[in-house]
């Protein structure tokens, strides 16, 4: 086993592995450690710089609770909660992409029939959404599941109000029939920031970024024998689309918001979801 020195610190570390160490996790662990001594040395990282490091991280971790998770926000605005989501799901050129899940899910929404309003407050813009189910041959997908959800009119979800927004406020679950088709009436959706009270807040304003999100739709869209879809449809035109803080925007989940043709919907949003057949 090499001695450590500045020179050989990658090996000295790498070589203390155990033989019947996990494959995956040895192959992980010697890359990172091989990237950050790399990235030490890149920067010449100071003894000042690196107890800044470890006390962002330690307050990091102190700022999470049953309804906050600092570090994946941390993750989210590096890019590297993305970075991670391209890997694993790498789709062919038509299909739906993915996006982050964000932290705002609930399990148990309710389920609605198709063109039900799923805004209970009664607040922001009234918006149709519309579209279609299915796979890449353009053929309707039956019995899929649309879990939908958003923010409210003043940019906030209803878990983050409990005491202010109706229980489910802008989420429901709806289920396609044979023609693949879905509709659920909502708001159109407002730009809001991310939590930036805590240490990554203070990371973006450090580092000269906005902390906003462009306005989106929240979709999880599943069928039995296809690979789930994650994802939002973001709002053409949002001024935060080019610059959004956790970098969930591509170009293909961008919708345009139309006027409605109908008297009580002001807006009206049209997107298909293509979905891909496991293997």
């Not at 790498?14 to 450690?33: F, I, Q, Y």
């Not at 990091?60 to 989501?85: A, H, K, P, Y």
């Not at 789930?228 to 345009?256: N, Q």
Request: glycine share 8%; proline share 6%.
């Amino acid at each position: 086993m090499a001695l450590f020195t500045e020179e050989t610190s990658e090996s000295a570390v790498n070589s203390r592995m155990g033989e019947d160490v996990n494959p995956r996790l040895a192959t992980v662990m010697a890359s990172l450690v091989k990237h950050l001594h790399a990235f030490a040395k890149d920067v010449e990282l100071t003894q000042e710089e690196w107890g800044v490091a470890i006390d962002f991280l330690t307050r990091t971790g102190q700022m999470c609770d049953e309804n906050r998770q600092e570090f994946i926000l941390l993750s989210d605005t590096l890019g590297v909660s993305m970075l991670v989501d391209a890997i694993n799901h790498r789709r062919p050129s038509g299909a739906t992409e993915n996006t982050v899940l964000g932290p705002f899910h609930v399990a148990d929404a309710p389920h609605y029939p198709m063109g039900q309003i799923i805004s209970l407050d009664g607040k922001g813009e009234s918006c149709l959404f519309e579209g279609r189910v299915i796979d890449r041959q353009g053929s309707p997908i039956e019995n899929a599941t649309i879990d939908v959800w958003c923010d409210n009119a003043d940019g906030y979800y209803d878990v983050q109000q409990p005491d202010v927004q109706p229980k489910f406020n802008n989420r429901g679950i709806f289920t396609t029939s044979s023609d693949g088709t879905y509709s659920f009436r909502g708001i159109r959706p407002v730009a809001y920031p991310i939590p930036d009270d805590g240490p990554v807040g203070q990371m973006l304003a450090a580092l000269g970024r906005h902390p906003n999100r462009p306005a989106h739709m929240h979709f999880i869209v599943s069928a039995p024998g296809y690979e789930r879809i994650i994802t939002h449809t973001f709002v053409d035109g949002d001024e935060w689309l080019t610059s959004d803080a956790v970098f969930g925007v591509k170009a293909s989940l961008i919708s345009t918001m139309e006027p409605g043709e109908e008297g009580d919907t002001m807006w009206k949003s049209s997107f298909d979801f293509i979905m891909v057949e496991q293997d």
